[in-house]
C-alpha cells in the first residue's frame, strides 16, 4: 500500500519552524534529517564538499549523492508513491524544498502517539480482592 508524502514539496507554510531552519541553515536541517533517519549527521555534509554544492545554487550539474539516498530511503521505508527519476529531479532542483519535505515527513513518522497500560490496575484491584478475602 503506497501512500503520498504527508506535505507537498513547496509546503514550507504547513511547518515554519522547518522551513526558517532550512533557509537560514539548510546544511543543519541536513544533518539533522540524516540523524533522524537513523544515519551519520555528517553524511550530508559529502554534498557540500563534492561538485552538488553547484546544485544548491540552481545549477544541477551532478546530483547531491547524500541527499539522493536519504530521500530514496526515507521513501522507500514509509512506502510513499514517487519514483527514482523523480527523487533525481527533486533533490537536483530543489534542493532546500526537498530537505524540509524529508524534515517535515520525519517530524510526522517519528511522532509516537502515547500510550496508555490499563493492565496494571486491573491486575491492582484483582491483588487487593484476592487480599481481603473477596476473590
Not at 74 to 91: F, H, M, N, V
Not at 117 to 135: D, K, R, Y
Request: proline share 5%.
Amino acid at each position: 500500500m503506497s501512500e503520498n508524502w504527508n506535505s507537498d514539496l513547496l509546503s514550507c507554510c504547513d511547518d515554519m519552524k522547518s522551513c526558517c531552519y532550512g533557509l537560514w541553515c539548510c546544511p543543519c536541517l541536513a544533518c539533522t534529517v540524516s540523524g533522524l533517519f537513523g544515519q551519520n549527521r555528517c553524511l550530508p555534509l559529502c554534498d557540500i564538499c563534492s561538485p552538488a554544492v553547484m546544485s544548491a545554487f540552481g545549477i544541477p550539474l551532478c546530483v547531491p549523492p547524500a541527499g539522493l539516498a536519504l530521500r530514496v530511503g526515507i521513501r522507500q521505508k514509509y512506502e510513499i508513491k514517487g519514483s527514482l527519476c523523480k527523487d533525481i529531479a527533486t533533490s537536483c532542483i530543489c534542493v532546500w524544498c526537498s530537505w524540509c519535505q524529508l524534515h517535515r515527513e520525519l517530524k510526522y513518522r517519528n511522532h509516537t502517539p502515547a500510550v496508555v497500560n490499563q493492565s496494571f490496575s486491573t491486575t491492582f484491584s484483582t491483588n487487593m480482592l484476592c487480599a481481603n478475602g473477596e476473590g
